[in-house]
């Protein structure tokens, strides 16, 4: 099972809105919707920002939100703040009780 | 307040076994499946395997990297999860986090322990 594509970086000044997207197959991202976002700073753990392509947990920021079009996941980001600079990993279920992370996006905020 | 704790991480030589150990507080630890996910030393995140809990008969699936080296056990009695580590490669070295599954995602995380494999 192969990593999901997303770009290495992103950035947006304060304010504005930041999009990554994360790049599958149809056996995975395609497939199901299943794709949730995790957020990761450095040295501590992922927390999970979006579920089931675009679902907030309880106390996420209703400034993030995640989309899905075939083959291709995207977390958006609105509103940056400085708080938001951090690594983005999207996840989808690939099937057969099997996942798959993203290769990882670096947030910075200008 | 749910709580993921990560033991048993530190240094071994290739080919060298480790378990870790996950225990768990804030919720019934028998419902969920639970998740094992590692992180190189500056790469991504990796997910390792899941298993599932008693009513999906404990069935643990691995990723192809570690399947017929790792296994995943979890102990409902105990609210612990386990994963035992056999024939470690230096690639295998990585930050091992323990996730509550809540079968479309992991939905808490424990802070992590570092397995370094080395001669």
């Known amino acids: 099972q192969s990593a999901l594509t997303q770009p290495p970086s992103a950035s947006g000044s304060p304010g504005q809105s930041v999009t990554i997207s994360c790049t599958g197959t149809s056996s995975d991202v395609g497939g199901y919707n299943y794709v949730s976002w995790y957020q990761q700073y450095p040295g501590k753990a992922p927390k999970l920002i979006i579920f089931e392509v675009s679902k907030r947990p309880s106390g996420v920021p209703d400034r993030f939100s995640g989309s899905k079009s075939g083959n291709t996941a995207s977390l958006i980001v609105s509103g940056l703040q400085a708080e938001d600079e951090a690594e983005y990993y999207c996840?989808?279920?690939?099937?057969?009780?099997?996942?798959?992370f993203g290769t990882g996006t670096k947030v910075t905020v200008l | 307040e749910v709580q993921l704790v990560e033991s048993g991480g530190g240094l071994v030589q290739p080919g060298g076994s480790l378990r870790l150990s996950c225990a768990t507080s804030?919720?019934?630890?028998?419902?969920?499946?639970m998740d094992w996910v590692r992180q190189a030393p500056g790469k991504g995140l990796e997910w390792v395997g899941r298993?599932?809990?008693?009513?999906?008969?404990?069935?643990?699936n691995y990723a192809a990297s570690v399947k017929g080296r790792f296994t995943i056990s979890r102990d409902d009695s105990k609210n612990s999860l386990y994963l035992q580590m056999n024939s470690l490669k230096n690639e295998d070295t990585a930050v091992y986090y323990c996730?509550?599954?809540?079968?479309?995602?992991?939905?808490?995380w424990g802070q992590g322990t570092l397995v370094t494999v080395s001669s």
């Open positions: 996730a509550r599954d809540a079968h479309t995602a992991m939905d808490y």
């Open positions: 298993i599932k809990n008693k009513a999906g008969s404990y069935t643990a």
């Open positions: 996840s989808s279920y690939a099937g057969s009780n099997n996942f798959v």
């Open positions: 804030g919720f019934t630890f028998s419902d969920p499946y």
